[in-house]
């Protein structure tokens, strides 16, 4: 229990204030509520059994009088409470806050290798579990383990300045108490801890079938995803039975004992009522307070219940932060604008691997040049990427922008230089707008509307009849390929990024609109503002390229312009010869055959 608090203290320290005042006004909500049968054991000692004492006026005035004291004792108690609810809720909900926000901050800033071994579903289903968890748990110790240990404190005070004989009773009671729970509650903290996990796992697999709905119920797959998300919540089921077969037998225990404890303590008071040690009016109000401090007590298992799923939860949430995140340098070295990008023999292999994924990869590129990547699949086009971007960090060989290593750079502000189309479009809900001024909040509509126009998107915009503001629905589902590619590439442009990296961007689309982007790269080659960089399939695209380099299993195999290259007779001519076809493209005399270990496969 004090692990947890202190794992919590950051996030509590911000609300330090009223942290203090919900203590404090839950504990003299509490002392309040018990002063009142202090009150009522007055009234029966003074008023309704001393018959003989007073007269019956005095005896009516004395008792009403004290009544009214009852009343306003009773109305203090419930604003009190009323306003330690207030304030505690202010204090858990935004201490959930926070711990979500720091749990998403850091997951934002994992490294994209980190990304890659784990599911987005998983990772929010956490967070919004160690949310609700510590939640119910910060408001279930103030109101319940902290009004129950001002209730037991103000109990031991009432049998000291009573008899000291109470006091061995309820010294025996709590010791008792403590050892079934701290028996049952480890039990519980076992299954909690996978129920959580098993509940992540569900959620994320959730998460996958809704974002792949299209391909499910395309290929006929909606029963057996069905079947297989059964499964997994039969699992949870049958742990959340047993976790509730383990809590209700912690709470039986607990009210089995506290029910003992209470019959002892009614013999003891008893006992000292025929010693003349206590009065009828101090029993009565003895068996109040027994039901005041008693009652949270066999709410104790609940709320061993809410620790333990919040100590489960804090473990993951702590091993979710302790995974290493992007870091920078700690004095970054400061460029200006992007100029020049260079790789010195890059080699990357990805974890696990057995062999690496690029290697001894070199070229240079200078503002204003336009170079290309191409290759069959798996020869290290999409990692190349990747490094280009910082998402990876080269295994060997050095990345320079400007002239300085990338390890030296706040590679971020880098970033913020860059525009990126993909191969597979990211697009985010919500309109056209909302995803254009991702990467500049402060563009104008004739901005949004030229980048657009330049990206062969405006038919999107006419066929809506919304303009700017036509939803594209999550992840641009209301587009088509070719749709959702020409937003991306609009996008990138609006930046007007100094390095602008085509990742296969005109696979998506059609002949007409392919030969329309193509336009658009030549017309940014001839700005010569920038350095384009193409991932290419579709040779026809990079035809212009100042350079193109031809990869082959992870290494460069070949460089030069378009022409160079199918005059060298190798690999690129093959891919291109295979792509135009044996009629558009004449052969030399006598059909020499590639070069040796040169494939089209996966051109």
Not at 114 to 134: C, N
Not at 140 to 159: I, K, M, Q, R
Not at 233 to 262: H, P
Not at 552 to 562: F, K
Request: aromatic residues 6%.
């Amino acid at each position: 229990m004090v692990r947890i608090f202190v794992a919590l203290a950051p996030y509590l320290r911000p609300w330090r204030g009223r942290v203090v005042l919900a203590l404090v006004l839950a504990g003299g909500g509490q002392l309040l509520e018990l002063v009142d049968p202090l009150v009522l054991g007055h009234i029966l000692d003074s008023y309704v059994l001393a018959e003989g004492d007073l007269a019956e006026g005095d005896r009516v005035r004395g008792a009403l009088l004290w009544l009214g004291i009852a009343i306003a004792i009773a109305l203090a108690a419930r604003l009190a409470r009323t306003l330690q609810a207030y304030v505690m809720t202010y204090v858990v909900q935004g201490a959930g806050m926070q711990l979500f926000n720091d749990g998403m901050r850091h997951v934002l800033r994992l490294s994209y290798a980190e990304h890659q071994d784990r599911g987005s579903g998983d990772t929010v289903a956490l967070l919004q579990k160690v949310r609700s968890d510590v939640e119910r748990l910060l408001d279930g110790s103030v109101n319940v383990l902290f009004s129950t240990l001002v209730g037991l404190g103000f109990l031991v005070w009432y049998a000291i300045t009573k008899s000291w004989l109470l006091v061995p009773v309820f010294v025996v009671g709590l010791i008792g108490l403590a050892l079934i729970t701290g028996l049952l509650g480890r039990r519980i903290r076992t299954t909690q801890r996978a129920v959580v996990r098993e509940t992540r796992r569900l959620q994320g697999s959730m998460t996958e079938s809704l974002r792949n709905i299209e391909i499910i119920r395309s290929l006929g797959l909606t029963w057996p995803e069905i079947r297989r998300l059964r499964g997994t919540t039969q699992q949870i089921f049958d742990l959340e039975m047993e976790k509730v077969r383990r809590v209700r037998a912690l709470s039986y225990a607990q009210s089995a004992f506290v029910n003992v404890l209470r019959q002892s303590i009614l013999f003891v008071l008893l006992w000292l009522i025929f010693r003349h040690v206590l009065s009828p009016g101090e029993l009565v109000s003895s068996q109040f307070l027994l039901n005041i401090v008693f009652g949270p007590l066999q709410q104790m298992g609940r709320t061993l219940l809410q620790v333990r799923e919040a100590e489960a939860s804090l473990q993951m949430h702590a091993e979710l932060l302790a995974l290493p995140i992007e870091r920078r340098p700690e004095e970054p070295t400061e460029i200006g604008d992007l100029e020049r990008l260079a790789f010195e023999d890059v080699t990357f292999r990805y974890r696990g691997a057995q062999a690496d994924a690029v290697r001894g990869i070199t070229f240079a590129a200078t503002r204003g040049d336009t170079i290309a990547f191409v290759g069959p699949s798996g020869s290290g086009k999409s990692t190349l990427v990747r490094l280009l971007l910082g998402l990876y960090a080269p295994t060997g060989g050095t990345v320079r922008i400007d002239d300085v290593p990338v390890g030296q750079l706040r590679f971020n502000r880098v970033r913020r230089q860059i525009g990126f189309v993909a191969q597979d479009p990211q697009l985010f809900s919500g309109t056209v707008r909302d995803n254009l001024q991702m990467v500049k909040p402060d563009a104008t509509d004739d901005e949004m509307l030229r980048v657009l126009e330049h990206a062969a998107a405006l038919g999107i915009l006419e066929r809506a009849g919304e303009g700017l503001d036509t939803r594209i629905g999550e992840g641009g589902v209301r587009l088509s390929g070719g749709e959702r590619q020409r937003i991306s590439i609009a996008r990138a442009l609006l930046r007007d990024p100094r390095l602008l990296v085509f990742d296969e961007a005109t696979s998506a689309l059609d002949s007409l609109t392919e030969r329309d982007i193509t336009r658009v790269l030549r017309q940014l080659h001839e700005e010569r503002r920038r350095i384009t960089i193409l991932i290419a399939h579709r040779l026809g695209t990079i035809a212009h390229a100042d350079r193109i380099y031809v990869l082959e299993r992870g290494e460069i195999v070949e460089t030069g312009t378009h022409e160079e290259l199918l005059a060298r007779l190798g690999l690129y001519y093959a891919m291109w010869r295979q792509q135009v076809g044996e009629r558009e493209l004449p052969r030399p005399p006598g059909d020499p055959q590639p070069e040796s270990g040169t494939s089209a496969s996966g051109a």
